[in-house]
C-alpha cells in the first residue's frame, strides 16, 4: 500500500493513534457530519428546542432589556445541553469491550515509534495526575493495560456510527443518541455550531492532546467553547470560572495574576495542549510545525487568547523554540464555497468539485470518512477493514470457508447503519451493531478469510471482491459466493448483474 492510501485507509478508520500521527483526520470526520443527513437532522431538532426556548425568554422579558443577537447563544448553549443530555460518553475500558485492544508493538510498526510513544506518553501523563488526584475511576485506569504493552482501540466516529449504537444499547426510557468519546465530541459539536447557521468553518479551532480534546468555535468576535459533553463556557462564564471575570469590563485585558488563573484553569480541564486544528490546517506543539500559515496561527492564537483572557503558555513557548511552518494546502477560499451550502446534499456537491481540486486534502480525505464507496481509491476500505480488531478476533476460529459463511450468517439485520447502499460500513461495525446490506456482508466475508488461519498467502491474495448492481460477491479460488444468500453462484464465474466495482483493484494486492 502506498503511503497515499494508507492515509486515506486511516480517514475511513480514523482512530486515536491515526489522529494523533495525523490531526487533520479529525477535520475529515467534521466535513463528513456536515454531509450526512443524519447531522441536520440532529440540527433541526436542536433548531426547534431553541426556537421554543426564546420565545419564553422573550416573553417573560421587557423589551428594553433584550439583547440585540441573542440567537447565537442561545443556539450554542443548546447544542451543548442536547449533547450531554443524550449522549454517553464510554470510559476507556468500555471502549476497550467495544471496539478490543490494540497491540503497541504492533501500532509502533504501522504508525512509527516516535509517534505511538508520544501518544502513550502524554495520555500515561495524564492518567498519572488523575491518580495522584484520587480523580481516577475504574473505569479509566488503563495503565495496567498500558503496562502490558496494550491500549483500548479509540475508534473517532461520524454522527451515523455514533447513532449506530442505540442498536446494541438497551436502555429504557431514556436510551442515548449513541455513544462518543472527546473527540467525536468535538467534531460533533463544530459541526452543529456550523449547520445551525452561526458560526462560519474558518471559525473552528479543536484543540488539546490525545488524552482530550475539546472545541472553540467563533462568531463575529464571539467564542463559545464545548469542553467535552459536560462542559460548557462562554467567555463571561469562563472568566468566572477561572476567577477574572471583570464585571465593569468584560472584555478585560490581563495582568500577570489573571495569566496564571487562566493557565491553572485551562491545564485543569485541558490537560495539556499538544496540537491546534483547523480546517486550514494545524499546529503540532511537541515537534513545533505548523501546516498553518504564520498569519493563520497567529490569527488562532489571537482568537484563543482573546476568549481565555491571556495568552496560553504553550503558545507563547513555541513562538519563544521558533517555529517550522510547512506548507499550505488549502485556503479560505474552499471555507467560503462550503459555508454557502444549506442541506447535506448541498455539501455533498460542493465537497465533491473540492475534492477534484485539491486531491490528498482533507476535502478528499472527509469522503473517505464518509464512506462513500464511490471514491478514487475504495481499496482503502479494505486496508481500513483489515485492522478490525472484532473482526480478526473472530476469524481466529475459522477453519473452512463453511465457517466464515456461519460468522456472516450470525449477523441478522440486512439494512445500512447509513440508511444508504452507497456508502460502506466496516466489518467491525457490522459485527457490532448486527447488521449489514449485501456490499457490508462480503466485505466481512472478504476480511474473515483474509485473516482466516487456515488460508495461506496464495490463498488470501486471490482472493477479491465484486459488487455488481445486483449483489456482491466474494470469489474464493474458482468459487464465487453471493453476499445475500451466503451460497456459492451459480455459473460461477459469469456474475449476475453489471459489475460496478471490483476489490481489490488489479494494483493493489492483498497482503497476507
Known amino acids: 500500500m502506498s503511503d497515499d492510501v494508507s492515509l486515506l485507509s486511516w480517514a475511513a478508520r480514523p482512530a486515536l493513534l491515526e489522529a494523533a500521527r495525523e490531526p487533520g483526520l479529525l477535520m475529515a470526520l467534521l466535513l463528513a457530519d456536515l454531509m450526512s443527513p443524519s447531522l441536520w437532522e440532529f440540527r433541526e431538532k436542536i433548531r426547534l428546542k431553541t426556537a421554543g ?3 419564553a425568554a422573550v416573553q417573560a422579558r421587557p423589551t428594553d432589556e433584550r439583547p440585540a443577537d441573542e440567537r447565537p447563544a442561545l443556539v450554542m448553549e443548546e447544542i451543548h445541553d442536547y449533547m450531554d443530555r443524550h449522549l454517553f460518553h464510554a470510559s476507556p475500558l468500555e471502549v476497550e469491550e467495544l471496539w478490543g485492544c490494540l497491540d503497541l508493538s504492533e501500532e509502533r510498526a504501522r504508525l512509527g515509534a516516535g509517534e505511538v510513544d508520544h501518544a502513550v506518553a502524554v495520555i500515561r501523563r495524564g492518567l498519572e495526575a488523575r491518580r495522584d488526584l484520587g480523580i481516577l475511576t475504574g473505569k479509566q485506569d488503563i495503565l495496567p493495560l498500558m503496562d502490558a504493552g496494550r491500549f483500548p482501540d479509540y475508534e473517532y466516529s461520524t454522527i451515523d456510527v455514533i447513532r449506530a449504537h442505540r442498536r446494541r444499547l438497551h436502555h429504557g426510557k431514556h436510551k442515548p443518541l449513541g455513544i462518543t468519546c472527546c473527540a467525536d465530541e468535538a467534531v460533533l459539536a463544530a459541526a452543529l455550531a456550523w449547520a445551525a447557521g452561526h458560526v462560519p468553518l474558518e471559525g473552528v479551532v479543536v484543540f488539546g492532546s490525545p488524552m482530550h480534546y475539546s ?27 477561572c476567577g477574572t471575570h ?5 472584555a478585560r485585558e490581563s495582568a500577570a495574576p489573571g495569566a496564571a488563573a487562566v493557565q491553572k484553569a485551562f491545564e485543569a480541564r485541558q490537560q495539556g495542549l499538544d496540537r491546534l486544528v483547523t480546517l486550514l490546517g494545524g499546529h503540532r506543539f511537541h515537534t513545533n510545525e505548523s501546516t498553518l500559515s504564520a498569519t493563520r496561527l497567529a ?10 483572557g491571556a495568552e496560553l503558555r504553550q503558545i507563547g513557548e513555541a513562538r519563544e523554540r521558533g517555529i517550522r511552518f510547512l506548507p499550505d494546502r488549502l485556503d479560505e477560499a474552499c471555507l467560503r464555497t462550503l459555508d ?26 472527509a469522503h ?20 478490525g480488531h472484532l473482526t480478526r478476533r473472530r476469524a481466529a476460529g475459522i477453519t473452512c470457508l463453511a465457517g466464515a459463511l456461519d460468522a456472516v450468517r450470525e449477523v441478522a439485520g440486512r439494512d445500512s447503519i447509513f440508511d444508504d447502499l452507497e456508502r460502506i460500513a466496516l466489518p467491525d461495525e457490522v459485527l457490532l451493531f448486527g447488521t ?30 465484486v459488487f455488481t448492481d445486483v449483489d456482491s460477491f466474494v470469489l474464493v ?13 451459480e455459473g460461477a464465474p459469469e456474475l449476475p448483474g453489471r459489475v460496478l466495482l471490483r476489490l481489490p483493484p488489479p494494483a493493489a494486492a492483498a497482503s497476507g
Not at 462568531?219 to 469562563?238: C, L, P, T, V
Not at 490569527?299 to 481565555?308: A, M, P, V, Y
Not at 479460488?477 to 453462484?489: S, V
Open 53 to 55: 426556548d426564546r420565545a
Open 215 to 241: 472545541t472553540l468555535v467563533e462568531r463575529q468576535g464571539r467564542g463559545y467553547w464545548f469542553n467535552g459533553k459536560h462542559e460548557y463556557h462562554d467567555a463571561e462564564s469562563w472568566a468566572r470560572a
Open 246 to 250: 471583570d464585571a465593569e469590563s468584560p
Open 299 to 308: 490569527r488562532t492564537g489571537e482568537w484563543l487568547k482573546r476568549f481565555f
Open 340 to 365: 454557502e451550502a444549506t442541506d447535506a446534499a448541498a455539501v455533498r456537491r460542493r465537497l465533491k468539485e473540492l475534492a477534484r481540486q485539491h486531491p490528498g486534502s482533507i476535502m478528499d480525505l
Open 368 to 387: 473517505y470518512a464518509f464512506r462513500d464507496l464511490w471514491v478514487e481509491h475504495p481499496e482503502a476500505y479494505v486496508e481500513a477493514a483489515a485492522r
Open 436 to 465: 449489514g446490506t449485501h456490499r457490508d456482508r462480503a466485505l466481512l466475508l472478504y476480511t474473515l478469510l483474509r485473516h482466516a488461519p487456515y488460508l495461506d498467502r496464495a490463498g488470501k491474495e486471490a482472493l477479491k471482491l
Open 477 to 489: 479460488g474458482d468459487e464465487a459466493i453471493g453476499a445475500t444468500a451466503l451460497r456459492r453462484c
